[in-house]
């Protein structure tokens, strides 16, 4: 018999199938979509570690997506090997998450959010004047992978998907075991957490520092894909509100609810510039909108049974 | 009796406020001991300075010949420190087996998920709650969360076990299943400390009493000295009513018809 958990396998599995076959199948506008998809679905279930389990809504993906940009292309301009780059700019992301964290996650609610966004402004000021090694305003240019334009993005889409499904085995393995359920105490009541006996601090470091890891390695790679870099791009302050529109449009703190999210949203955004050239921003803000008020818990907590059924005045006495 | 906790002239003050003044009283195993006093005697804030929450303007708080004065209260849970709330702090969206889990995963020590759970269906047998374990914890009645409270704590295997007014807006039947539950706490060889407002509930079952007012402790001892004390009944009633009551001391306890004298 199929479980639910059997179908979410599978329906897992088809999904990374179906991206990764892109480059076989379809045309190069198709693949780069399918990059997208991949490289939001890392960022979102990067996300989910410190905004759906932790529940603290942390808007600092944008600065730890431009550190990983900017640490991959430095240090590849300075000679160091592609993946040595890559991987240098993820522990470096994750070492900055950290010693931020110990600061910032005294901050609750409201406070954390204003505070988070605080950093990517700040990160973004500081790489903007310090021309001397980022190029300041004029931004980087990042060393070319080799090949032509199709092995790129084939390479590019393959790594990708690794981070992305890194990023997918680390959820799987951290809603399992003893953090995931210590952040979730966290995330409905922290002081009620501390008195269980949950480090709060150190495990919320931990879900920042989740947060923040494949953030760096996918602006790494992200650097080398697009072969040129600047502040503006690198620190934009529409990611840092992308990813959790998407984490919340799939179901936050959910294993699944990332990939749904950012694969929908990706896909829907795709759809609305190419149909909508000068009012993709408005539907987006709909959207986010629309999320807040009707879908609190994202596409995955719906009841669909119930949104079907017509509400009788008995189930309006169970609501109450 | 071999003692386990000990503050010793434990002090915290919040800005000008002296909350708690110089208090020093020592807590023997398996003992129960109630702490009372009247509103805004420093009750719950002894309490925090207990398990970490507040730190200590001065003094030291000793558990099992360790000072603990500057821990932290996930510390003080692990330790075998537990409390309970006077306001309930259940994690909401969890079940009720997920909640007491989490007290035996974090704080009693277990570190598989099998384990804690089931130590967690133990203590909801224990508590009466064995029927509602996989409901959400938010849809529990009241005298069920202080329930579930109490099972919370008793996952986290505490040896000192602070309940702050568990019995607080309970009706007289569903006070009684509590003290009972209480005992059956007791009788496991946890040290017990009951807050309380209720002078029939603390009366009832403390082998000792300990009264604040003020911020500072002003009597210990066995229930019945504590009661006829001048000092305590000054506390509570005021001095005019104590002057009167001072020349002529009742005979009995104060007996829970006078009402409960915060009132």
Wanted: glycine content about 10%.
């Amino acid at each position: 018999m199929m479980t639910r958990r059997h179908i979410a396998a599978l329906g897992v599995a088809l999904w990374f199938g179906i991206l990764a076959l892109t480059p076989l199948l379809a045309d190069n506008y198709t693949i780069r979509i399918a990059i997208t998809i991949a490289m939001y679905s890392a960022m979102a279930l990067s996300w989910n570690f410190i905004g759906g389990f932790a529940g603290y809504p942390s808007f600092s993906t944008a600065a730890f997506f431009g550190i990983g940009c900017y640490v991959g292309a430095i240090a590849q301009r300075s000679g160091v090997p592609l993946v040595v780059a890559w991987a240098l700019a993820t522990v470096f992301v994750t070492v900055f998450a950290v010693a931020l964290g110990a600061i910032i996650l005294r901050l609750k609610g409201h406070y954390f959010a204003i505070g988070s966004i605080a950093i990517v402004e700040v990160v973004r000021l500081v790489v903007s004047s310090w021309g001397g090694l980022t190029g300041g305003g004029d931004g980087l240019n990042v060393p070319l992978l080799s090949g032509g334009p199709d092995r790129v993005a084939t390479t590019v889409l393959y790594v990708m998907l690794a981070i992305m499904l890194a990023a997918f085995v680390v959820t799987i393995l951290v809603d399992r075991a003893r953090l995931g359920f210590g952040l979730r105490c966290i995330s409905q009541n922290e002081d009620a957490a501390d008195m269980v006996g949950i480090d709060t601090t150190r495990y919320k470091i931990a879900a920042y520092a989740l947060s923040a890891l494949f953030c760096g390695t996918v602006g790494a790679v992200y650097a080398s894909w697009v072969g040129y870099i600047d502040p503006t791009d690198s620190f934009s302050i529409l990611l840092s509100v992308k990813v959790p529109v998407m984490v919340l449009l799939g179901g936050a703190g959910t294993v699944l609810g990332p990939i749904i999210g950012a694969g929908a949203f990706v896909m829907l955004e795709e759809f609305f510039w190419a149909n909508f050239l000068e009012w993709n921003r408005a539907i987006l803000g709909g959207i986010i909108v629309f999320l807040i008020f009707f879908l609190p818990s994202g596409i995955l907590k719906l009841d669909y049974r119930r949104l079907f059924r017509r509400k009788s005045p008995v189930d309006r006495t169970e609501a109450a | 009796m071999t003692e386990i906790l000990r503050l010793e002239n434990v002090s915290k003050a919040f800005g000008g406020i002296r909350a708690v003044n110089d208090v020093s009283f020592t807590l023997n195993e398996g003992e129960i001991v109630g702490l009372i006093g009247p509103n805004g005697a420093g009750k719950t804030t002894l309490v925090n300075l207990i398990t970490g929450v507040h730190k200590l303007t001065g003094g030291k708080v000793i558990f099992a010949g360790q000072d603990v004065s500057r821990q932290k209260p996930f510390q003080a849970a692990r330790r075998g420190l537990a409390r309970t709330f006077q306001i309930v702090q259940p994690f909401p969206a969890m079940t009720v087996l997920e909640n007491v889990a989490a007290g035996s995963l974090f704080g009693g020590g277990h570190t598989a998920m099998a384990d804690a759970r089931q130590a967690a269906r133990a203590e909801l047998d224990f508590v009466g709650l064995g029927a509602v374990a996989d409901q959400p914890a938010a849809l529990l009645s009241l005298p069920n969360r202080k329930r579930l409270e109490l099972a919370k704590s008793l996952a986290m295997r505490p040896k000192v076990l602070l309940l702050d007014e568990v019995n607080a807006g309970l009706n007289a039947a569903e006070i009684d299943g509590a003290l009972s539950l209480i005992r059956q706490i007791a009788a496991r060889g946890i040290t017990i400390v009951i807050i309380e407002h209720l002078m029939k509930v603390v009366l009832s079952i403390s082998q000792r009493i300990l009264v604040l007012h003020h911020g500072e402790l002003i009597a210990q001892g066995d229930p019945t000295t504590v009661v006829n004390d001048p000092r305590v009944i000054e506390a509570y009633l005021g001095a005019k009513f104590a002057a009167r009551f001072g020349m002529t001391p009742p005979a009995a306890p104060l007996a829970p018809e006078h009402g409960a004298p915060h009132v």
